[in-house]
């Protein structure tokens, strides 16, 4: 199985303040035939289904503020919230669709709170 | 524009079996894998499997292999996660998703809550 592991599990950032998460796989996720990584980040509020923020790791979804940003490649990811706003707290996860075998697994989560 | 409606939420006993549904509109329903993801309650998301409605090809996370069936009805473009012998362990918060290329999740259902008590 492909191990998503995320860091930190919780984070407290004042707001205009910049948040940063991390995610990390077990193996890589990169498909160099593509060159693409093959990594998704989500947001997910309490009482709603997740959201898309990124794909392709970096890769913005269609209406997600340009205050978020995905990067990384290969088994190290980071989703960074540069200023941030109330309506960012929500726990954010990755998923790798790398590989189907084992499932397309997800991160653990990371709740993000305001200072 | 693309939406999955999820059926409504379910109380069952343990023991019993339960199909839940997913009823996608505004797409191309044979051309995109429709999947499942379960959440139980405070905890992360676990990929259960992802159907491809065009040709049925399915696939199952080993950790649900076995324990679910997912399946599509191309007439209806709706697809269905039956969960059978339901256990407590199996209360959770059931979501469907589209992902046009077998990768990421664009769209998601509002949820199916799977309540099993006695």
């Known amino acids: 199985d492909i191990v998503m592991t995320q860091s930190p599990d919780s984070l407290a950032v004042s707001l205009g303040e910049r948040a940063t998460i991390n995610c990390k796989s077990s193996q890589s996720v990169l498909y160099s035939a593509h060159n693409k990584s093959y990594l998704a980040w989500y947001q997910q509020k309490p009482g709603q289904p997740p959201k898309l923020l990124f794909y392709?790791?970096?890769t913005r979804a269609s209406g997600v503020p340009d205050r978020f940003s995905g990067s990384g490649s290969g088994t190290d990811f980071t989703l960074t919230i540069t200023s941030l706003q109330a309506e960012d707290v929500a726990v954010y996860y990755c998923?790798?669709?790398?590989?189907?075998?084992?499932?397309?697994?997800f991160g653990q989560g990371t709740k993000l709170e305001i200072k | 524009e693309v939406q999955l409606v999820q059926s409504g939420a379910e109380v069952k006993k343990p023991g019993e079996s339960l199909k839940i549904s997913c009823k996608v509109s505004?797409?191309?329903?044979?051309?995109?894998?429709i999947g499942w993801v379960r959440q139980k309650p405070g905890k992360s998301l676990e990929w259960i499997g992802i159907?491809?409605?065009?040709?049925?090809?399915?696939r199952y996370s080993p950790s649900f292999q076995g324990q679910v069936i997912i399946s599509a009805d191309k007439s209806v473009t709706t697809a269905f996660l039956q969960l059978t012998s339901l256990k407590a362990a199996d209360t959770a918060m059931y979501y469907c998703a589209r992902s046009p290329a077998a990768s990421h999740w664009d769209y998601w259902g509002q949820g199916t809550l799977i309540t099993v008590s006695s």
């Open positions: 392709w790791a970096s």
């Open positions: 159907i491809y409605p065009g040709d049925s090809d399915t």
């Open positions: 998923q790798q669709y790398y590989s189907v075998a084992p499932g397309y697994t």
């Open positions: 505004g797409d191309t329903f044979t051309n995109d894998w």
